[in-house]
């Protein structure tokens, strides 16, 4: 067993995938998700991509993620606006719902704790 794992997309086959349609603004998103790892306590790390589009997400979990290319806005229920390019990196917390807009086909990569 390895204690090491490089996230190479190339690695691993992507999971298709979308908002639920009843969360969906505008678009029609489509999402590819590469599984890298999941550890013991809920936790999950990979890649994620997205095309164009703008959908509701309310957030249970905790997740930081490193956008990787493309530009989102993720936008607050209580206003605040966060505009996300290449390099740019965040963490959402649980309770953080908004929407989440795909302006350009974005990538990040993302861990997760559930």
Request: hydrophobic letters at 40%; proline letters at 6%.
């Amino acid at each position: 067993m390895t204690h090491a794992i490089p996230f190479d997309p190339a690695a691993t086959a992507p999971e298709a995938g979308a908002p639920a349609a009843d969360r969906v603004v505008s678009g029609n998103p489509r999402f590819r998700t590469w599984s890298i790892d999941e550890a013991e306590g809920g936790i999950y790390a990979g890649i994620w991509e997205a095309t164009p589009g703008k959908w509701r997400v309310v957030y249970e979990e905790w997740e930081y993620f490193s956008i990787l290319s493309g530009y989102s806005v993720v936008t607050g229920d209580t206003g605040e606006v966060y505009h996300l390019r290449a390099g740019d990196r965040m963490v959402l917390q649980p309770g953080f719902s908004g929407t989440w807009e795909v302006v350009e086909t974005t990538r990040k990569d993302y861990v997760v704790r559930l």
